[in-house]
């Protein structure tokens, strides 16, 4: 097996493993506030964070991305101003 092929397969292993383990973690939050709260707390709370994320990927423009892909992106005038 090349040296590219076990790399690229150890990151996807690892990759899959972080994403499969947030979402475990994220059921199991789930499950505990279900227990913790009012069901119509719960449903407020779930509907919060829909807006919160909805809100958050709508202003996300892409400035981070930009900065990294830009020629002038380690001089600090460009940097502060972005």
Not at 3 to 26: D, E, H
Not at 47 to 76: T, Y
Request: net charge positive.
């Amino acid at each position: 097996m090349s040296n590219l092929k076990k790399i690229t397969l150890t990151g996807a292993f690892w990759t899959l493993i972080g994403y499969g383990g947030s979402q475990v973690l994220r059921f199991g939050s789930n499950l505990l506030l279900t227990r913790l709260l009012f069901p119509e707390f719960f449903g407020l709370m779930g509907l919060v964070n829909v807006f919160i994320i909805g809100l958050a990927l709508f202003s996300d423009v892409g400035i981070g991305v930009s900065i990294v892909q830009n020629k002038r992106g380690e001089e600090p005038a460009f940097a502060n101003t972005a």
